[in-house]
């Protein structure tokens, strides 16, 4: 069965950075698009970022673009969230979400558990 696993959620500092890693089993990584949202204290669900299944397009949210970088490796069925200069209100519960084709954009169909990201001094 599909199965997301995230990790590397931890406690950063503003202006720090932190490297997201979600593993993916259960299907054929190489072709989906995968994509990154995210969940703040008391507020809804965020698309943050996403890319497609051979690695050659990104999309990001206006609110981490030029701080985040998202990428993949095909052969180890990861993808990863890059997050520098973070803020305060980059704290959230990130999820990895497997969409329902090759690009970014059509829905997703599988969703990890996530990975608690918190911002503070």
């Known amino acids: 069965q599909v199965q997301l696993v995230e990790s590397g959620g931890d406690l950063a500092q503003p202006g720090g950075s932190l490297r997201l890693s979600c593993a993916a089993s259960?299907?054929?990584?190489?072709?989906?698009?995968m994509s990154w949202a995210r969940q703040a204290p008391g507020k809804g669900l965020e698309w943050v970022s996403g890319?497609?299944?051979?690695?050659?397009?990104?999309y990001y949210a206006d609110s981490v673009k030029g701080r985040f970088t998202i990428s993949r490796d095909n052969a180890k069925n990861t993808v990863y969230l890059q997050m520098n200069s973070l803020k305060p209100e980059d704290t959230a519960l990130y999820y990895c979400?497997?969409?329902?084709?090759?690009?970014?954009?059509?829905?997703?169909?599988?969703w990890g558990r996530g990975t608690q990201v918190t911002v503070s001094s």
């Open positions: 259960g299907f054929t990584f190489s072709l989906y698009g």
């Open positions: 890319i497609y299944s051979g690695g050659s397009d990104t």
């Open positions: 979400a497997k969409d329902r084709g090759i690009t970014v954009g059509d829905g997703f169909d599988f």
